[in-house]
């Protein structure tokens, strides 16, 4: 089955940058699309950034400008560059892969941002 695994996550100071990772198995990854997700204590799950297989990109409004999401087909890697960070951004990270109906979650990996 697929796996999906996060990394990259951490303590940042407001201003500061972080890049996450997520690597996914299987020899179809090309074909999924690809998002990152993420939930803070007492929030709702909400959309970060988002990747289609055609290499689109989505982002929440939260987050444009800051974030960039991209991936490497050869890798079977996605990625989230993580700007101006600000202590509204600390939350757990999802990395969520699709195709079709089928849905794909990592285990997340913490995000915090405090001076």
Known sequence: QVQVV????G?????GSL???CAVSGNTFSLFHLGWYRQAPGMQRELAAFIYSNRITAYGDS?????????DNDKNMMYLEMNNLKSDDTAVYYCNAQLGEKNFWGQGTQVTVSS
């Open 11 to 15: 303590l940042v100071q407001p201003g």
């Open 19 to 21: 890049r996450l990772s």
């Open 6 to 9: 996060e990394s990259g996550g």
């Open 63 to 71: 987050v444009k400008g800051r974030f960039t999401i991209s991936r």
